[in-house]
């Protein structure tokens, strides 16, 4: 009995064992990096020379080092610091503290009194000056800590003496970017000299303005040009040391010499200053004004540049001290002159009139110093003449030498006459013949650059004929770049004559026959050079289209491109001359209707009173002014308006609502080019809202799940469509805002969840099930980080009530997670959409191929064949990396072509033109087939740059936050094309 219930009471222990040893809860592992400080200390111990030591130090400075061990590891190198009898090796220790401060997650505060305790005991000047350095870097980091920085500047300020250039230049550097903008109240130190608290930081760099060696006088021109970037107002008394700096031997300080009279021009352009050796006076931005001028002849090219670009800003110098730029001569001989009055009366004080017997006897006498007179006969006089015709690099033993860029301070001349000339419309047209001279420079760059700008002044002037002259011959230049330059050039200038009309005509006509590639781009030319001068070009209509009072003149071929640009120069001239049309003959007005068909963008509707029923004319126009502008947005917003009375997805005739509004928002665009963006926009918006509106209809959920295959097809198919139409909307766009991108982001969001409903009726798997749904959960957290701020706008929506319903989602099974998330798709409202300001849709328009050749392209088989595209890009953002050219061959095989950055130009704003070659090859075919070429605009979903998510997307897995894809926004191109196989 009693071995019984010893046994019984064992087993009952044993369960008690086992159900206690179940619940236990299990063991967590902590898993703790090795210290970086303990590893160091290792290695600097193991050294047996400064050799082995500086190779560890090298190898460490290579691996990350996490926040919360810098301290100790700082700890380290400053021990070993002071054990260290190489510079070498203290030099690098001094490096590692200032690359060790900048550690994300480290405050350096804790280390500033080590490091500048290392500057103590140092006698290398090397190394001082990189400990300098780092606590430069350690101050830089600490902005918030005036007391900090307080004492860095006191460092600063006692190694400014050291006989060491590097350590002054290190400690002006401090100065300038730690020194405080506003002195504060402090006693005097204990030393000989008083506290920099009580001196002006500015009086002490200024101090070393003349300092023997001219990297420190660089180095304290930048430090005070550093005080002025953050914001201290720079005294107007070191104006007279700039300028004397102007005259150093050292290019560099030149240099900053520029930039330091510059910034003062501007902080006290009214001040009046004198003029060395006379007693006249003038304007301190005036002056500072000719003495940069004078800098434009510089013996240093860099120099030359630098002061070239500086002209350009200095907007508000005198009138007369800015034309005296454009005239190479001298005034006076550098001497000032009197006038007649103050010399008589000189005379009649002295009693002396002049014999005539001597020449020039009644000259003045006063004799000046050349090197003196910086007025405007020596400083402003002929500066851009000099800048223009600049073409020397500098001085070598007295020999000059070919500059290595020949074209740097031609062009920054250019640019600094543009600038000032856009400001000026009486300089821009005295700066007019320096400008088109500029047109026959020998450099391509600088002659585009001159195109360019005289394009962008070209409202303030007009052009005459022996000026135009010399601007249309650059039309036989072989770049095609600077022939569309000019074209461009030529649709915004206005010409003065008739004849200059003619001539322009005549010598693009030259154009299209030499170079037939450019017939766009002349038609174009002609197309604005018509609207401009409708009175010049009405006298020349009848030469012009060869019509007689008298007789029947032939009728032209229309397959001229001469003759068609003939007609787009008359038909846009004749838009605001109504007179014009009575000259036209019969086969002209024919001409018109078959031009306005197929050339819509060239040939303007024009008011042609009853020719509307004999040859289809518009009578009408078609009202592009300011108010029919006004209407269609008005329109626009009603359309909106009206939409967002649709309170559910499920609403009674919501479908057909949509489905108007979208057809009328098409019309409106097609009607309207000035909306066209915003009204494509809209109508892809709410197409996305239809298709999500016809896939939660209810009888399609209310079925059971085997009789719905034929319908899930449907609906996957339309979840998938209104994804990528979300793509496009976010990409194809520019000129969104926050808010309309956050719509985008709610709509895909939809997609997404429509897409896990369909696959949770479909598929019977539940692993694959559980997964799609943590990755449904991931998007809706990130749409709640990335548009935080744009929640309140976006009430009774899919995403609101999903957010409500997080916790739950969060902790419910899978399947339960499929029914609320079907319930609440199903019961959520329609968004109303916001318009910001301007949309624009990126586009593109392929020009060459044109596809209407029927011969073919034949190569032989196996090599490769070049095709040219030349394409028009408008409203595409940064095109070098996201445009690309897709070729589609008959076999179903596709390549994607990604041009070089080179094969862009940027003719205009917002616009872009792609001038490329692609290689085709392929096996031999026994007849000719069509290729298709398109363009394809690529995006990635995890750089979306204009709302500067760049933080938030870092938190997201390379692998499931990136969605990366191609929208083709060009019209496909056929092209026939023909292997031959190789001959035997």
């Not at 020379?49 to 090298?58: F, G, I, N, R």
């Not at 766009?733 to 479909?762: D, M, P």
């Amino acid at each position: 009995m009693a071995a019984h219930l010893k046994k019984r009471v064992y087993e009952e222990f044993s369960k008690v064992v086992q159900v206690t040893h179940e619940e236990a809860p299990a063991k967590k592992l902590r898993l703790s990096k090795p210290s970086k400080s303990a590893a160091l200390h290792v290695d600097l111990c193991k050294a047996s020379s400064s050799t082995d030591a500086l190779q560890y130090l090298l190898t460490f400075s290579r691996k990350p080092v996490e926040a919360e061990s810098v301290e100790g590891v700082v700890r380290i190198l400053l021990e070993h610091y002071y054990k260290e009898t190489d510079s070498s090796v203290r030099l690098k220790i001094a490096s590692l503290l200032g690359l060790l401060s900048k550690t994300p997650g480290f405050s350096p505060d804790c280390i500033v009194d080590d490091a500048i305790n290392t500057l103590s005991s140092e006698k290398s000047h090397q190394v001082l000056a990189q400990l300098l350095d780092s606590l430069l870097v350690i101050g830089s980091q600490l902005p918030e800590s005036p007391a900090v920085r307080l004492r860095l500047i006191e460092v600063a300020y006692k190694n400014l003496s050291d006989s060491s250039f590097g350590v002054r230049t290190k400690c002006l550097q401090l100065l300038g970017c730690l020194g405080l903008l506003e002195a504060p109240l402090g006693k005097d130190s204990d030393g000989p000299g008083p506290s920099l608290a009580m001196r002006d930081v500015q009086s002490i760099i200024s101090d070393y303005f003349g300092d023997q060696d001219p990297r420190v006088r660089t180095a304290a021109l930048k430090a005070m040009l550093q005080l002025h970037e953050r914001g201290m107002k720079i005294h107007q008394i070191i104006y007279d040391q700039a300028c004397r700096l102007l005259s150093d031997d050292y290019e560099q300080v030149r240099s900053a010499a520029v930039q330091m009279v510059w910034v003062l021009s501007q902080l006290y352009p009214e001040s009046i200053v004198p003029i060395p050796s006379s007693n006249e006076e003038i304007r301190l931005v005036d002056d500072a004004f000719g003495k940069i001028s004078h800098m434009v002849s510089d013996g240093s090219w860099m120099v030359r540049v630098q002061a070239a670009k500086t002209l350009g800003s200095m907007l508000q110098v005198s009138p007369h001290f800015l034309e005296q730029t454009l005239d190479k001569k001298l005034m006076s001989d550098l001497r000032r002159k009197r006038t007649a009055h103050e010399r008589a009366k000189e005379l009649f004080a002295s009693g002396e009139f002049s014999s005539g017997r001597k020449w020039a006897d009644d000259a003045p006498k006063e004799k000046l110093d050349t090197n003196t007179v910086n007025l405007i006969a020596s400083g402003a006089c002929g500066a851009f003449v000099h800048g223009l015709e600049d073409e020397m690099f500098g001085s070598l033993q007295g020999d000059l030498i070919p500059c290595s860029p020949p074209s740097e301070v031609r062009n920054a001349a250019v640019e600094a006459l543009c600038q000032l000339a856009r400001s000026s419309p009486s300089f821009a047209e005295k700066c007019l013949d320096f400008l088109v001279d500029m047109f026959n420079d020998e450099i391509e760059e600088v002659r585009l650059q001159s195109i360019h700008v005289l394009r962008q002044i070209s409202t303030h002037i007009t052009l005459r004929e022996d000026q135009l002259d010399t601007v249309l011959a650059v039309l036989e230049d072989s770049s095609r770049d600077i022939r569309e330059a000019l074209h461009e050039l030529l649709c915004f200038t206005n010409v003065s004559t008739k004849e200059c009309i003619q001539l322009a005509l005549l010598e693009l006509l030259k154009n299209l026959n030499k170079y037939p590639t450019d017939r766009s781009s002349v038609w174009k030319c002609l197309k604005f050079l018509g609207s401009r001068h409708p009175t010049l070009v009405l006298p020349l209509v009848p030469e012009l289209l060869s019509t007689h009072p008298y007789f029947d003149t032939p009728e032209p071929d229309m397959d001229d491109p001469a003759y068609i640009a003939v007609l787009v120069l008359v038909f846009n001239a004749a838009t605001s001359c109504p007179t014009m049309p009575a000259l036209f003959s019969d086969h002209t007005f024919r001409h018109y209707a078959y031009l306005r068909d197929s050339l819509s963008h060239l040939v303007p509707p024009l008011r042609l009173p009853g020719r509307k029923q004999v040859y289809g004319l518009d009578s009408v126009d078609c009202g592009s002014g300011s108010g029919s502008v006004e209407s269609a947005q008005l329109f626009l917003q009603q359309s909106l308006n009206r939409v967002s009375t649709i309170q559910n997805l499920e609403a009674a005739g919501a479908p057909e609502l949509l489905d108007l509004t979208i057809r009328d928002l098409q019309r409106l665009g097609e009607l309207q080019t000035e909306l066209a963006g915003a009204a494509d926009f809209c109508a892809t918006f709410l197409r996305c809202q239809l298709l999500l509106m016809k896939a939660l209809q209810e009888k399609l959920w209310n079925i059971s799940v085997p009789l719905i295959l034929k319908q899930n097809i449907t609906v996957t198919a339309a979840a998938q469509q209104v994804l990528d139409e979300s793509y496009k909307l976010e990409f194809l766009y520019s000129g969104l805002e926050n808010r309309q991108v956050a719509t985008i982001h709610h709509v895909r969001l939809q997609a997404k969840a429509l897409q896990l409903i369909l696959a949770a009726r479909t598929r019977h798997g539940l692993d694959s099930l559980i997964s799609s749904c943590e990755k449904f959960l991931q998007d809706v957290e990130s749409f709640q980080r990335l548009f935080l701020t744009e929640l309140p706008h976006l009430q009774d929506s899919f995403v609101e009530k999903l957010l409500e319903l997080l916790p739950r989602l969060s902790s419910c099974k899978p399947v339960e997670q499929v029914k609320i998330l079907q319930t609440t798709l199903r019961q959520s409202g329609l968004l109303q959409l916001r318009l910001p300001e301007q949309i624009h849709r990126a586009t593109a328009t392929i020009i060459e191929p044109t596809g209407e050749s029927d011969n073919p392209l034949r190569f032989t088989s196996g090599l490769v064949v070049a095709l040219d595209i030349d394409a028009t890009l408008e409203h595409v953002q940064d095109p070098q990396n996201s445009v690309k050219v897709q070729v589609l061959y008959p076999d179903g095989q596709s390549h994607v072509i990604h041009p070089k950055p080179a094969d862009f130009r940027k003719p205009g704003p917002n616009r872009h033109r792609l001038i490329t070659q692609v290689y085709l090859s392929h096996t031999a075919w026994t007849e000719p087939s069509q290729i298709e070429v398109r363009l394809l605009l690529a995006y990635s979903s995890s750089c979306s740059s204009r709302l500067g998510w760049t933080d938030a997307m870092d938190s997201l897995h390379p692998a499931e936050g990136t969605v990366e894809g191609t929208i083709p926004f060009s019209k496909h191109v056929k092209v026939f094309i023909m292997p031959k196989p190789a001959r035997r």
